[in-house]
Structures are given as C-alpha cells and as structure tokens.
C-alpha cells in the first residue's frame, strides 16, 4: 500500500540554525501539506501546496517557513532560523484532492536546544 | 471558524469493554470527518472516514456515524483490545479546503 515517508525522524539542533524536513509524498497524489504537532497539543495546519505554489497557509508559517517541491517526488519544508519554540512534530501528508483524505507521515521530530 | 471538539482523556479501560470517545463538530457547510489514530511513537493513520450526514464509517471494529442534527461524530467499539491503546483525534475537512482542523485527541489505554 502506497505510504507517505519522511526523513529524518529525529532532528536536534541549535537555535537559529536551519533544517529541512523532507517529505515523500504518494506518488499520485497533488495535493501537499504540512502540520506540526506540539508536544502535548493538538495537530496545527501549516501549509499545503498545489501545483507547485502555496495554496493555504497558516497564520503560524511565516517568513521563517518556505516550502519546495525540488524534484519529482520530494516535498521539503525548511525553517530558515529555528527557534525554540519551533520543537514539535513535523507531519506531511498528500492528497489526490482538495478536501479528500489526507494521508500522513510518520512524522519528524525536531528539538531545537 | 471550523473546529473540533473531543472527549478529554486519558481514558483508561479493561480488556473487552466498550470504548466511546465524544466528538461534536462547529463548521459552515458539510464537511468530511474523519478518526485518525496515533499509536506510540508512531504517526497519524487514518482509522475512518464519513462525507456526508448519516454515512458510517468502519474500520477494525471502530464505528462512527456523521450525525449532522447534533453534529457530531462519535468513536465507538463493543469490545476494546489491549493493541488498541493509542491516542484518537477527531478532524473535519471541508471539500473546498485544504486544511485539517482536528482535536485536541484522547488518550486511550487499553489494561489486561
């Protein structure tokens, strides 16, 4: 059964240094997204991606966040300068659709220290 | 806005007990619903699914039913195993938008 990846599954780093998470999305699929997690809190909308432009974004992804799909198959999201607050679970996830099911990742955990 | 409400765990039950975890919905139209499930040290999987008032949706013995009167979507099992524990979240999309609103999930833990 076709699955959404992503790498790594733990990240630690320091504060205002920059990560990227990257993401495969299912291989048919057009729609992309990305949600973080909190530990502790609920899942929060960040943003999702269409034809290779941002669709929707949170109120929570600013400059900070970008978004790139490189390639044919990889789907990035890169916080330019992480700060604390930034630790979380990063999930992606695709969609064949707009308001179909959304299929997740097993997500990246990011500690920022 | 859209949103979800769920049942505030942790919610702790015997082996073979019956499982129901609350969820009501606020959203302007009709969205789909959906129960994702989040086992330890894993990600989201989706659990089940409803598009449209009175639909059911089932899955490893989970049910839940769209109940657009008292806007809700409540999880239930008859019998709960021990594999089960996990956290639960509720979540609504509507058809014209692309992000999930979900809750706050329920803890679940499933003792012999």
């Known amino acids: 059964e076709p699955e959404v990846t992503q790498t790594p599954s733990h990240q630690v780093t320091q504060m205002g240094q920059e990560v990227i998470l990257r993401c495969v999305p299912i291989s048919n699929h057009l729609y992309f997204y990305w949600y973080r997690q909190i530990l502790g809190q609920k899942v929060e909308f960040l943003v999702s991606?269409?034809?290779?432009?941002?669709?929707?974004k949170s109120e929570i992804f600013d400059d900070q966040f970008s978004v790139e799909r490189p390639d044919g198959s990889n789907f990035t999201l890169k916080i330019r300068s992480t700060k604390l607050e930034d630790s979380a679970m990063y999930f992606c996830?695709?969609?064949?659709?707009?308001?179909?099911?959304?299929?997740f990742g097993p997500g990246t955990r990011l500690l920022v220290l | 806005g859209d949103s979800v409400t769920q049942m505030e765990g942790p919610v702790t039950l015997s082996e073979e007990a019956f499982l129901t975890i609350n969820c009501t919905y606020t959203a302007t139209g009709y969205p789909s619903l959906f129960w994702y499930v989040q086992y330890p040290g894993e990600g989201l999987q989706l659990l089940l699914k409803a598009t449209k008032a009175d639909d059911k949706g089932s899955n490893k013995g989970f049910e839940a039913t769209y109940r657009k009167e008292t806007t809700s979507f409540h999880l239930e099992k008859g019998s709960v195993q021990v594999s089960d524990s996990a956290v639960y979240f509720c979540?609504?999309?509507?058809?014209?938008?692309?992000?999930?609103?979900f809750g706050a999930g329920t803890r679940l833990t499933v003792k012999p």
């Open positions: 991606f269409y034809n290779n432009e941002i669709s929707e």
């Open positions: 979540a609504l999309n509507r058809k014209n938008n692309n992000d999930m609103r």
């Open positions: 996830a695709s969609s064949s659709q707009m308001g179909e099911t959304q299929y």
